[in-house]
């Protein structure tokens, strides 16, 4: 048999001055349940903590553990939250600290492990939008490990995944957060950065080391899904899985479109294709059809650009997903679709879109759009992908790199999301 550690349980005093190193031991920990496998601690101790120090086999308290996953962080700045900001619309982020608010009655604070980058992501830190306030830390695309609960807490406790998706707040009085459950409807809705809390504090997200909301808007993690890769579904994957759940394109043998193949795009062919749906992928890029059919498992792959091939497919579809955020013509894509079909706009072009007024009309055809899902449709897409192991692909990356990510996403040079390895690089 090979030599294990047997970890003693921490005291809430030892997780809170070891709440990486805590969050560390339950990812080593939540498929051995106490037994961990010698050679595998001693992997995420020179990964993640001190190169000097060793473990033996047998019985280790959680504090020796701890210390030997600890490592020395940055002193930058006062705060109990490191973080990287941008300053101004250059974009450029850099280190932060700032004070996480003290946990309410009815809060968690979540250790982040990993935190996904979102193209709005870039979008904001330069201002693109017209809205941004600085100093902003990114990221709603966040996953970690529940290290503290208030009093209040019923859904959660220490030691649980959780993940923190778009939202962290809304009004809880409107409609959309009464009774359809839809709260990114809610004319108050406060978004994971880039906004005030309801007490006028800004929202500061997931480019940092911890996060501290109600847990109300906290999800549950699955168990069989990888963390990192698990990161983006809190954006990309209830962005994707919404509009096919609303537009009722989720029934198998139904017949979609996926237009561009990137974050979003693949993970609506993934999402679509555990539906049992039929999935046809256009791209403006031949390069991708090995990608698309191979090993994402679309039915078919077009180029946009070839006429003929667009021909060939023309009045087939019932559906399409547009998950591209640049302009482009919609009449050919248009084409494709059956009488009465619906076309779901997912990106934000810097133009609007020339829209073919007559095919719509003539073929009553749909135009839609979706944004992200509430808390309650954003759990349901969470346990949708465990059952069909449904995950990102993903580039993982230290802080440190995250400013090179910017521009290589600018580029569209990323496979196909970048997710920060925060517990391995922003270390307070």
């Known amino acids: 048999?090979?030599?294990?550690?047997?970890?003693?349980?921490?005291?809430?005093?030892?997780?809170?001055?070891?709440?990486?190193?805590?969050?560390?031991?339950?990812?080593?920990?939540?498929?051995?349940?106490?037994?961990?496998?010698?050679?595998?601690?001693?992997?995420?101790?020179?990964?993640?903590?001190?190169?000097?120090?060793?473990?033996?086999?047998?019985?280790?308290?959680?504090?020796?553990?701890?210390?030997?996953?600890?490592?020395?962080?940055?002193?930058?700045?006062?705060?109990?939250?490191?973080?990287?900001?941008?300053?101004?619309?250059?974009?450029?982020?850099?280190?932060?600290?700032?004070?996480?608010?003290?946990?309410?009655?009815?809060?968690?604070?979540?250790?982040?492990?990993?935190?996904?980058?979102?193209?709005?992501?870039?979008?904001?830190?330069?201002?693109?939008?017209?809205?941004?306030?600085?100093?902003?830390?990114?990221?709603?695309?966040?996953?970690?490990?529940?290290?503290?609960?208030?009093?209040?807490?019923?859904?959660?406790?220490?030691?649980?995944?959780?993940?923190?998706?778009?939202?962290?707040?809304?009004?809880?009085?409107?409609?959309?957060?009464?009774?359809?459950?839809?709260?990114?409807?809610?004319?108050?809705?406060?978004?994971?950065?880039?906004?005030?809390?309801?007490?006028?504090?800004?929202?500061?997200?997931?480019y940092s080391t911890q996060y501290v909301l109600t847990e109300r808007f906290a999800l549950h993690i699955p168990e069989n899904l990888e963390m990192k890769s698990t990161a983006p579904l809190l954006c990309a994957g209830i962005t994707t899985y919404s509009p096919l759940m609303h537009y009722g394109l989720n029934k198998p043998g139904m017949k979609i479109g996926v237009i561009g193949l990137g974050g979003l795009g693949h993970m609506a062919v993934k999402i679509a294709k555990a539906m049992g749906v039929e999935v046809t992928v256009f791209s403006t890029s031949e390069k991708k059809r090995a990608e698309a059919l191979k090993t994402l498992k679309a039915d078919h792959f077009v180029v946009s650009k070839d006429e003929e091939q667009m021909n060939k497919v023309a009045d087939t579809l019932d559906g399409m997903i547009d998950t591209v955020s640049a302009k482009h013509p919609l009449a050919s894509y248009l084409s494709t679709l059956k009488v009465g079909g619906v076309v779901v706009m997912l990106g934000v072009p810097d133009e609007p879109m020339d829209l073919p007024q007559g095919n719509i009309i003539m073929r009553r055809l749909r135009i839609g759009g979706s944004p992200i899902g509430g808390i309650k449709e954003t759990q349901e897409m969470l346990n949708f992908c465990s059952k069909h192991n449904i995950t990102c692909e993903v580039e993982e990356i230290g802080i440190d790199y995250v400013n090179k990510a910017m521009e290589r996403l600018l580029k569209n040079d990323v496979h196909y999301r970048f997710v920060i390895d925060v517990q391995g690089s922003l270390i307070q």
């Open 1 to 206: 048999m090979a030599p294990i550690i047997t970890v003693s349980a921490a005291n809430e005093k030892q997780i809170a001055t070891y709440p990486r190193e805590y969050a560390l031991f339950r990812q080593l920990d939540h498929t051995h349940k106490g037994k961990i496998p010698l050679q595998e601690a001693t992997e995420y101790v020179k990964k993640y903590g001190s190169s000097s120090a060793e473990l033996k086999a047998g019985d280790v308290s959680f504090e020796e553990l701890a210390k030997a996953l600890h490592k020395e962080g940055s002193k930058d700045g006062k705060g109990n939250t490191l973080a990287y900001a941008a300053r101004d619309s250059g974009g450029q982020l850099s280190p932060f600290a700032f004070d996480r608010r003290e946990l309410r009655d009815d809060d968690i604070r979540i250790q982040i492990t990993h935190c996904g980058i979102c193209h709005s992501d870039l979008h904001q830190i330069k201002n693109e939008w017209g809205a941004s306030n600085y100093p902003m830390v990114p990221g709603h695309e966040i996953i970690g490990i529940i290290t503290a609960v208030g009093p209040k807490v019923k859904n959660f406790k220490v030691g649980d995944r959780a993940g923190v998706g778009c939202l962290v707040d809304s009004c809880q009085e409107c409609e959309q957060c009464t009774e359809t459950k839809e709260e990114q409807f809610c004319a108050k809705a406060v978004q994971t950065y880039n906004m005030k809390n309801f007490d006028g504090t800004p929202t500061y997200g997931g």
